[in-house]
């Protein structure tokens, strides 16, 4: 559902780019000289803040209710499961999910089922929820730019100004994110080395991998996180490759 109303706000920049053009050459009464950008830049600024404002509600709506909805579910497992780890309620409500999606889960029973159906209710009232605010946010946008064009309006400009902005931003995340990942990745190393007592020779030398061992006790055994296998293993792949 989400998808389609991704679409509709797609559909909804299309229109307003060709109300939008519309609007301008009626504007100028058939002299075009008489504004100050052409029909398609005043088509092309609707589109641009339409598609804007409603792919951006669509996606702070979905992310935001989506936190919503996890946290209170897992607030059903807390108080069900009252002395459990963290690591076994986030099992219990991805089970849930699997179990309300008509998937397979790891095991079933009277609580997952429990929060199986309180998840497909909640996810039908906050489908509906971001459905409405995203076509209500798209329509105000698409109002709201329609009714700016004028004769003078610097339609040229102001879109000019918006792809820059667009691509400036997406410069900075791309960057960001790179940067995020980099210390993600160097965060979680030394988590690891931290867990296994800094046996960094057990690690490189070691020719057990199953790091999941003790992982419900909290603890890593640093016996059974040795890497040779790996080593070996992408060895073997790339003289596959």
Known sequence: MLSIAALLVLAAAVAVYYAGQAKAVRLAGGALASLHSRPSYHGLYCAL???????????????????????ALMGMIETALPDSRFIERELVLSDAYSIAGGGIASTDDALRREVAAAAA????????????????????AFW?????????????NR???????????SAV?????????????????????????????????????????????????PAAVGAVPLF??????????
């Open 173 to 221: 995340i791309a960057i960001l994110t790179t940067v995020g990942i980099v210390l993600s990745l160097v965060g979680e190393t030394l988590i690891f080395f931290v867990r296994i007592d800094w046996q960094i020779f057990s690690f490189l030398f070691g020719t057990t991998w199953s790091p999941l061992s003790g992982i419900f006790e909290g603890s890593m055994d």
């Open 121 to 140: 209710s909640w996810g039908t009232l906050r489908t509906v929820g971001v459905l409405g605010l995203t076509t209500l946010a798209t329509a105000v």
């Open 232 to 241: 070996l293993g992408t060895i073997m792949i790339t003289l596959i490759a």
């Open 159 to 169: 879109s000019e100004r918006m792809i820059q902005g667009i691509l400036w931003t």
């Open 144 to 156: 709201r730019t329609f009714s700016q064009l004028a004769v003078n309006w610097r339609a040229r």
């Open 49 to 71: 803040w339409t598609l804007l404002i409603g792919w951006g509600t669509l996606l702070i709506a979905s992310i935001l209710s989506r936190s919503m909805v996890d946290g």
